[in-house]
């Protein structure tokens, strides 16, 4: 049964002030944790998981081992989540038969050592994101029954409500920097985890069709080649943990035909702007050479141009 040292509400408003300000996923895990009785809690999407996904403090090694060794990559509790969309919430035995809760190395080999081996995944989802709230502990506390997971699946309300509010307030933050940029004279877009655009400002929207090409929401340059190079520049930014893109550029040159070439650089989001649930991952800034205002820093003009000190 769930430990009632902490209150339920004070548990959910957690993931409330979690929306607007992100420093405090942590604490919002670990509450959640203390309240269920369990080892920790951990937020983590159905679809491209990552390291830095908010997770207990209590997590921190067993989760570095997760995405270490690859394990995220073959973890047995998706097969739960059809459960858990159908009813808001699954359990390892939804899924799992005894034999395997006992012999899988996936259980036996990364989880009983960490205390994690017995799980309450509880789905949210909107129109842009599906994620599980996942309680875990060990065989000291044993299976969540019938009961813990009726209590447990409220939590669903207050995850959508957090996805939604900390999607909107990244948002706004997003695009005011687009704005500031526009003021500042520089041609920005924003990207979402797939590289895909979301928005770009005015100055950005000049340079479409004039170095710049946009299709579908994805971005390219005049010449293959460039486009190839700012494609891994994207996705890097995106996934900087991922070893087979550490040799990408930050920075692009985009050339033009009759013209001085675009130089891009491509910044992950961070703070609110760049929250858990925001629809932009990064923003492409794009200088323009032969008609920026404000000076264009030496080592893009030096990658540009070929320079040399």
Not at 47 to 70: C, Q, W
Not at 80 to 87: D, L, M, P, Y
Not at 93 to 104: G, H, I, K, V, Y
Not at 301 to 307: P, V
């Amino acid at each position: 049964m769930a430990s009632r040292a902490i209150p339920f509400d004070v548990a959910a408003q957690g993931l409330l002030d979690a929306a607007v300000d992100p420093s405090r996923w942590t604490d919002a895990m670990d509450t959640i944790a203390q309240y269920a009785g369990a080892t920790g809690a951990v937020l983590l999407p159905i679809k491209g998981r990552l390291p830095g996904s908010p997770h207990s403090r209590s997590l921190e090694e067993g989760l570095d081992e997760y995405f270490r060794d690859g394990w995220h990559e073959r973890d047995e509790r998706v097969r739960g989540i059809a459960v858990g969309r159908a009813k808001g919430i699954f359990t390892d035995q939804d899924f799992a038969s005894a034999d395997e809760l006992r012999t899988l190395d996936y259980y036996q080999g990364l989880l009983a050592k960490h205390q994690c081996n017995w799980s309450a995944a509880i789905n949210f989802a909107n129109a842009a994101d599906e994620w599980c709230l996942v309680i875990q502990r060990g065989d000291r506390k044993g299976f969540f029954d019938a009961r813990e997971q009726a209590d447990l699946v409220r939590f669903s309300g207050y995850l959508n409500q957090a996805a939604v509010l900390a999607r909107n307030v990244s948002y706004a933050n997003a695009v005011g920097m687009l704005d500031a940029h526009q003021a500042l004279d520089y041609a920005s877009f924003l990207l979402d985890e797939h590289g895909c655009v979301v928005k770009f400002n005015a100055k950005a929207e000049a340079l479409i069709g004039d170095g710049l090409e946009l299709s579908h929401r994805t971005l390219r340059c005049a010449y293959p080649e460039d486009s190839l190079t700012l494609s891994r520049a994207i996705a890097s930014t995106i996934r900087p943990a991922d070893p087979a893109l550490t040799s990408s550029p930050a920075v692009v040159v985009a050339r033009r035909p009759l013209q001085r070439p675009l130089i891009v650089q491509a910044i992950r989001l961070s703070g609110l702007a760049g929250g858990l649930f925001s629809p932009a991952r990064i923003m492409l800034v794009v200088t323009d050479p032969g008609r920026a205002v404000t000076a264009t820093p030496l080592e893009f003009a030096q990658k540009a141009f070929g320079l040399t000190l």
